[in-house]
C-alpha cells in the first residue's frame, strides 16, 4: 500500500487515463452507431451507454476478482449512480443553451430506470431475508438471484431493438473494423485507469480506517462516471439533449442490472452490508423521482434545477462522509 501523497497521485493519474480512454471511446462509438444507422436515442441509451459504463463494470470485476472487495465495487456503482442522474446533468444543463428532454425520454427510459432501482433493492431484500444466512446486516448474493436484474435488462434491450428494427440509414463509408479496434483498445486503456482507482481506494481505506464502501461511493465513482459526464456534456455543447440525458440513464440501468449481477456471477456469491446499502439506495430512489419530475417539468432541465442537483449530490457526499469517519449515526452499518 502506497501512502497518502501516492494514493493521491494515483488517483490524479488513474483520473486521466480513464479521461484519455473515454474520448478515444465515444469517438469510435459514434462511428459505428453511424455506420449501423442507429437511431440518435438507441445510440445513447445502448451503445455510449453500455459502453462508457465499462469502468464501473470493471471497477466490479477487479475490486471483486483481484482484490475481493465486493462491496467497495457496489459502492462504486451505487455511487456511480447517484453521481450521474444529479451532477452530470447539471454539467449538460450548464454546457447546453436548452436542455430539452421527451414525453418519449420521461415515459420509457426515465420509468425504466426508476424500475431498475427498484429492482435491484428488491434483490437485496431477498437476499436478506430469503436466502439461508442473509440477515439484516448481512444480504447474500446468489447468482440465482441475479436472473432478475438481468432479465429485466434484456426487457429493455427488447424495448430499443424494436425501435432500431425499423430504422434505416447506414453510413458505410466507415470502416467498421477500424472503429472496434479504437474501442477496444480504448476500453483496455479504462480498465487500467480504473485498477489504479481500485488500489488508490483501498489505500485510502486503510490509512484512515475508514470502509472500502465509502472510497467506493464517492471516489470511484466520481471517477469512474467520467465517460458518462464526457459523453453527456459533449452531446449537449452539441445542442444533442436526447443523447446526453440518455446516455446517463441508460448507463445507470445497465450498471444497476448488468455490473453488480457481473460481479456476484464472478464471485460465485457475495455479501453485502444491507444497513449500509438500504440508505444509500434510498437516496439513490430519492435523486431519480427528482430527476423524474425535473425532466417532465416543461421537459427542460434548467440552470436553476441543474443547481438544485449539485446541491443535492454535495449534500450526499457530506453526509456519507460524515457517517463514515463517526461524526453522525443516522446509518447503521458504515
Do not use: C
Amino acid at each position: 500500500m502506497v501512502g497518502l501523497v501516492g494514493s493521491l497521485l494515483l488517483i490524479v493519474v488513474a483520473t486521466a487515463v480513464i479521461w484519455i480512454g473515454s474520448q478515444h471511446f465515444e469517438r469510435a462509438a459514434g462511428r459505428l452507431s453511424k455506420h449501423y444507422g442507429l437511431p440518435v436515442a438507441v445510440h445513447g441509451a445502448v451503445v455510449v451507454a453500455v459502453g462508457s459504463s465499462f469502468p464501473e463494470i470493471s471497477s466490479v470485476v477487479i475490486s471483486t476478482v483481484v482484490h475481493g472487495e465486493f462491496a467497495l465495487g457496489v459502492g462504486a456503482i451505487v455511487g456511480s449512480a447517484i453521481f450521474n442522474i444529479l451532477v452530470i446533468p447539471a454539467l449538460s444543463a450548464f454546457a447546453s443553451e436548452r436542455l430539452g428532454s421527451t414525453r418519449n425520454l420521461v415515459h420509457r427510459d426515465t420509468q425504466f430506470y426508476v424500475i431498475s432501482v427498484l429492482m435491484i433493492f428488491v434483490v437485496f431484500a431477498l437476499g436478506a431475508t430469503y436466502i439461508p444466512g442473509g440477515t439484516n446486516t448481512a444480504a447474500i448474493l446468489t447468482p440465482s438471484l441475479m436472473v432478475l436484474p438481468l432479465a429485466t435488462y434484456l426487457t429493455y434491450l427488447f424495448l430499443h431493438q424494436q425501435d432500431a428494427s425499423d430504422h434505416v440509414g447506414e453510413d458505410f463509408s466507415i470502416d467498421p473494423r477500424k472503429a472496434v479496434l479504437r474501442l477496444t483498445v480504448a476500453l483496455l486503456v479504462i480498465a487500467v485507469g480504473v485498477e489504479g482507482l481500485v488500489r488508490a481506494a483501498l489505500s485510502l481505506g486503510d490509512l484512515f480506517g475508514t470502509p472500502s464502501f465509502l472510497w467506493g461511493l464517492t471516489v470511484i465513482a466520481a471517477a469512474t462516471s467520467l465517460p458518462d459526464a464526457f459523453v453527456s456534456v459533449t452531446a449537449a455543447q452539441d445542442d444533442d439533449s436526447i443523447t446526453s440525458l440518455t446516455n446517463v440513464l441508460g448507463s445507470n440501468i445497465f450498471n444497476l442490472l448488468v455490473a453488480i449481477p457481473v460481479g456476484v456471477l464472478l464471485a460465485g456469491s457475495a455479501t453485502i452490508n444491507f444497513l449500509a446499502a438500504v440508505p444509500t439506495m434510498g437516496f439513490l430512489g430519492l435523486a431519480t423521482l427528482i430527476f423524474l419530475v425535473f425532466a417532465r417539468t416543461d421537459l427542460e432541465l434548467t440552470d436553476l434545477e441543474a443547481y438544485g442537483f449539485l446541491a443535492l449530490y454535495l449534500l450526499f457526499v457530506v453526509w456519507i462522509t460524515l457517517e463514515s469517519i463517526g461524526l453522525i449515526e443516522t446509518v447503521r452499518g458504515i
